[in-house]
């Protein structure tokens, strides 16, 4: 199952908003900021698949606008080590399955309720 979540928009920088992030990309996030400056910080999880392997994950990602452009960062299978796509999790039906490469894959949403 590969889950994607709501999407939060910070127009201030509080290093506390990044605490889910791995410590390696909350460091190279401050540093882009205090070299940059900050203009706004998407925070998400995207649906990321291998283009070799065909594993499918989901991930706690950033989209950072600062001083001098967009920082987005890039995750590695840890299968086989490959730079893993972004995908639209609407678009499923049409990627092969991780397990037997046929296009057998579904959608279904679920929501949280309070």
């Not at 999407?7 to 605490?19: I, N």
């Not at 940059?36 to 998400?44: E, H, I, R, V």
């Amino acid at each position: 199952m590969v889950g994607v979540g709501m999407l939060s928009l910070r127009y201030s920088y509080d290093p506390e908003d990044f605490r889910d992030l791995p410590s390696s990309m909350r460091a190279e996030i401050s540093e882009l900021v205090a070299q940059n400056g900050f203009q706004s910080a998407t925070l998400m999880s995207v649906a990321l698949r291998c283009p070799q392997c065909r594993f499918f994950s989901s991930f706690p990602s950033v989209r950072l606008v600062h001083g001098s452009g967009e920082f987005q960062p890039r995750h590695s299978c840890r299968k086989c080590g490959v730079y893993l796509v972004e995908f639209d999790p609407e678009d499923i039906e049409s990627l092969p399955c991780p397990r037997c490469g046929s296009l057998s894959l579904e959608t279904e949403a679920n929501l949280c309720w309070d």
